[in-house]
């Protein structure tokens, strides 16, 4: 939680709240500052409840407060209108509503998955997690829900890590797992000369088409499949944004593998991850992640060198770190 108002809020399950009844909206839309009767009257909540809720904000700097004629009026620290109204260019609503209602479930089950080292999705939604992207896309909603998860963290650093390497060398690029297209429209965006696939299962396929990616948008197209049974693209370049860190170390090397056999002559593989420090002592956003990746996958998070190895495993070679300063990096390996 808190940052400086160019960095996001960590998640937490009161803010969440205030973000799901629409406190930071109505603040935005209201270009005043209310007093608690007042909000909780036009959000249909209980006012003892939504004063002890937006006095928690003001204690985690979500919110401001001032006295006028005696009564605390609140508003929107700059964090929030940025991060936390569903009108932001950067808004980060709908991961948080995913947050909400789907990990934090998962997260309830923490005990359980680090005594038994998997995933708690039959637990918390009693379906059954062999295959766990099954059990995520369990219906049509809960595909789009993820998708627009996965899709908002781009609007904030999507541009620093398409550009932390140059690609603009690469034209056939592959975005495996490409889900939203928010990475493929990065690429498109900023290299003139890119030609983007995005290659995802069927059913995410069919929403990217739907909700995300225009036809007009003629520098990307789609192919269907499972990476680790069909075939890949062929391309200069595979993208792996947040691909790896759902899996085993043995499946990483698998489909890497597969990367590399597809890959064209001098080509390469960008891996897009959320790196730990290689002693594991930070950062604390990405040591928490590797937890979420313990309740919700089969994966972890990882430090340079261990992507490294799985890159070199799979026949990759002058591997490059990059990293951004956001919340996300990059890994460049060769064919
Ligand atoms: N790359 C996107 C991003 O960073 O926003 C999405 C990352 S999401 C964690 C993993 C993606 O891999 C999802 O879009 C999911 O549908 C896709 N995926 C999972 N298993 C797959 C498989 N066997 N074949 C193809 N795509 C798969």
Redesign the pocket.
Known sequence: VGGSGTQPPRWRRDYCIACELGVFDLLSQSKQSMRAAEIAHRLKTNVDGMERLLAACVGLELLHVEMIEGEAVYYNAELSRIYLTRSSPKSLFQSIQYNSQTIYLCWHNLTDAVREGRNQYERAFGVSSKDF?EAL?RSEEEVLK??EL??S??NICGRDVVTAFDLSTFEKIC??????G??AKQCVLTYPEAMVTI???PK?VEMSKKHFVSAEENRISFQE?????DPLPVADLY?????L??WTDEKCVELLIKVNKACQPGGGVLL?EALLNEDKSGPLTVQLYSLNMLVQTEGRERSPTEYLRLLEAAGFKDIQVQRTGKLYDTILGRK
Do not use: E
Request: with cysteine.
């Open positions: 992207f896309y993820f998708m996965m899709n963290v781009w975005d495996l797992g490409g889900c939203s928010a990475i290659f995802d299962l995410v499949g499972d990476f680790f049974r993208v792996l944004a947040r691909i860190h759902d897009i």
